[in-house]
């Protein structure tokens, strides 16, 4: 089980970043990836998550105030990739950012629960 983050980077404010989280391995079908993020001497923060598995809740996405209307989470199957699109970025979006897929019983939903396997983080650093 594996997943890969990458695109993190140095920006400006106000300029934009595509983080990318690449999953394999895995032996069961993944209900939902989530984004999380933490920042120096802060608790790890759930921005968003999408749920990816087929049925009726596939494409569902949730996004935590700070970051609605300036992420867009997103999906491409055949890749096995999920996109965090992150726009008009501020200096308090610094953080390490991380992907996570949930157990088989859990779903995305605002509580970001149930998410066991994670992704090493990338660095996204804001300069003002």
């Known amino acids: 089980v594996q997943l890969v983050e990458s695109g993190g980077g140095l920006v400006q404010a106000g300029g934009s970043l595509r983080l990318s989280c690449a999953a394999s391995?895995?032996?069961?079908?993944?209900?939902?990836i989530g984004w999380f993020r933490q920042a120096p001497g802060k608790e790890q923060e759930g921005i968003s998550c999408?749920?990816?598995?087929?049925?009726?809740?596939?494409?569902?996405?949730y996004y935590a105030d700070s970051v609605k209307g300036r992420f867009t989470i997103s999906t491409d199957k055949s890749k096995n990739t999920v996109y965090l699109q992150m726009n008009n970025l501020k200096p308090e979006d610094t953080a390490t950012y991380y992907c996570?897929?949930?157990?088989?019983?859990?779903?995305?939903?605002?509580?970001?629960?149930?998410?066991?396997?994670w992704g090493q983080g990338t660095q996204v650093t804001v300069s003002s």
């Open positions: 996570a897929a949930t157990a088989p019983s859990y779903y995305c939903s605002g509580f970001f629960q149930g998410y066991d396997y």
């Open positions: 391995g895995f032996s069961f079908d993944v209900n939902a």
């Open positions: 999408i749920s990816i598995s087929d049925g009726p809740l596939y494409g569902r996405t």
